[in-house]
């Protein structure tokens, strides 16, 4: 079966400091990757997602992806992170079966990002 | 607002009775996914539509819970004799149905429910 493991139950760091989150997924097929964000008081957001091609991925407010096939891992990573980063994150799955087949997603359980002024 | 809306945003009720949740997905969005999401957790699938059709259903919808989306268009989640465990927040997305590996689904607010 499908799984996620996100291994950063909860990350405290400063305002500028570098952030790498870490994502593994169990999964033998070919896989769409994706992170989502949720802020304080919000809803799910999608911050970046892989589907196929270059296996570094860009996404939104400065946060970066990497692809690494061999190691089944989907790392988040953003060089200066800010206040407003404060959020938890979500890694999460989808297998990749074709057109007639709608996929869920399988969600890791989230490291919540905590970011001191 | 054209994103994934949901009412009601929160509900509490007591043990035994019945609830119903009720997702609007983003116009021309022909899939439509409940997932659940305990805290602490993150969120687990419980059953998806393709259109009006109800193609896919998770292990954790046990038979006191039925979902619907009768004109392929807004879908509604019923929990008949709540349980404190039901207790989660109840969450749809919606995707406009391309091809599985090209595909994004984007999230309501969701409903938080209360078993008391």
């Known amino acids: 079966a499908q799984s996620v493991s996100q291994h950063n139950h909860h990350v405290i760091l400063s305002e500028a400091a570098s952030l790498e989150l870490g994502c593994n997924y169990s999964?033998?097929?070919?896989?769409?990757l994706f992170w989502y964000v949720q802020y304080p008081g919000q809803h799910l957001q999608l911050l970046l997602k892989?589907?196929?091609?270059?296996?570094l991925v860009k996404g939104i407010k400065g946060f970066e992806a990497e692809f690494i096939k061999s190691k089944f891992s989907f790392n988040l990573r953003k060089p200066s992170v800010q206040w407003s980063d404060t959020a938890e994150y979500f890694c999460?799955?989808?297998?990749?079966?074709?057109?007639?087949?709608?996929?869920?997603?399988?969600f890791g359980s989230g490291t919540r990002l905590s970011i001191r002024p | 607002d054209t994103g994934v809306s949901q009412n009601p945003r929160h509900k509490i009720t007591k043990r035994g009775q019945n609830v119903t949740f009720r997702c609007d997905p983003i116009?021309?969005?022909?899939?439509l996914y409940w997932y659940r999401q305990t805290l602490g957790q993150g969120p687990e699938f419980l059953t998806y539509?393709?259109?009006?059709?109800?193609?896919?259903k998770s292990r954790l919808l046990s038979d006191r819970f039925s979902a619907e989306r009768p004109k392929g268009s807004f879908s509604t989640l019923e929990i008949q004799r709540t349980e404190q465990g039901d207790s989660a927040m109840y969450l749809c997305?919606?995707?406009?149905?391309?091809?599985?590996?090209?595909?994004?689904?984007?999230f309501g607010p969701g409903t938080r429910l209360t078993v008391l």
């Open positions: 116009s021309e969005h022909n899939r």
């Open positions: 997305a919606s995707s406009l149905g391309q091809p599985s590996n090209t595909d994004t689904q984007y």
């Open positions: 999460a799955v989808t297998s990749s079966t074709g057109y007639s087949s709608a996929s869920k997603i399988i």
């Open positions: 892989y589907f196929s091609g270059d296996p």
């Open positions: 999964y033998g097929g070919t896989v769409n």
């Open positions: 539509f393709q259109n009006e059709a109800q193609l896919e």
